[in-house]
């Protein structure tokens, strides 16, 4: 069961410009987070009182009068699709506001005891790291409140990673997949002590993101949107572009 026009709102955050995205059943208000890496208060101030610089891209109200008709939005939980630095170093700022739990899938539990030290190698100052509440487990569809995501476990960038699908009733449905899959590339699989294997990669990819209708729409961590379709079709490291031997064909990871 899918939702109606969902209000999506992408906020670019951080010194990797990391898509941090905030969805919202407009129906109801029930919001959640996905992979709340940086900028808490901004993406905060936003939420709660359409104040400060708002989102970089979205579907819904730009200003507080446009959504004067809409439910008040109350967050509901944070889900992050794996956990590295720039997508999980502030969920403790924004867990500790809302008050609401944290999924995140087991096997990136110990990447993300590593978040801090991550940061460092940036400059960055991060807060202690955060410790799931509740595990993510592949194949379930998990209710938070009115709405509904699929879990697609897709190892290969990181152990623990996910895509996390949304269904939509009245149009493409559309998936958040970390940095799996980008516009044209995929996750790099050579970055320190996240278990990061091509080959693995690529099976994720083929078996778990494009199964889904073609013209799903693709969120990904970094870069512009695209859709399932267009990936399959052109992307030269997974998709057909990359010949008969498939993604065994090209380069490792970009």
């Known amino acids: ?39 808490p208060e901004r993406i905060i101030s936003w939420i709660e009182r359409f104040e400060g610089r708002g989102p970089d891209w979205t579907t819904g109200p730009q200003t507080k009068e446009e959504a004067a008709n809409l439910p008040e939005r109350h967050v509901v939980a944070l889900v992050n699709t794996h956990a590295h630095f720039d997508h999980s170093g502030f969920i403790p700022a924004l867990r500790a506001h809302f008050g609401v739990p944290w999924y995140l899938h087991p096997d990136d539990n110990y990447l993300q005891t590593l978040a801090q030290a991550s940061g460092r190698r940036y400059g960055l100052t991060l807060p202690e790291p955060a410790v799931a509440d509740e595990a993510f487990e592949a194949t379930r569809t998990y209710a938070f409140g009115s709405l509904e995501l699929s879990v697609l476990h897709t190892p290969g960038h990181t152990l623990g990673g996910c895509c996390l699908l949304l269904g939509v009733d009245d149009g493409p449905d559309h998936v958040f997949v970390g940095d799996t899959l980008f516009a044209g590339s995929v996750g790099r699989t050579d970055i320190a002590d996240s278990g990061g294997d091509f080959d693995l990669l690529a099976q994720s990819i083929h078996t778990q993101l494009w199964p889904l209708d073609e013209d799903t729409v693709v969120h990904p961590g970094h870069g512009p949107l695209t859709t399932i379709g267009h990936e399959r079709r052109t992307n030269p490291f997974v998709g057909d572009a990359a010949g008969p031997g498939g993604s065994f064909g090209f380069g490792k990871y970009a």
């Not at 898509?19 to 940086?38: A, E, K, L, Q, W």
């Open 1 to 39: 069961m899918g939702i109606e026009q969902p209000w999506i709102e992408h906020f670019f955050v951080g010194p990797l410009q990391m898509r941090c995205s905030v969805v919202t059943d407009r129906h109801t208000g029930d919001t959640i987070i996905v992979d709340g890496g940086d900028e």
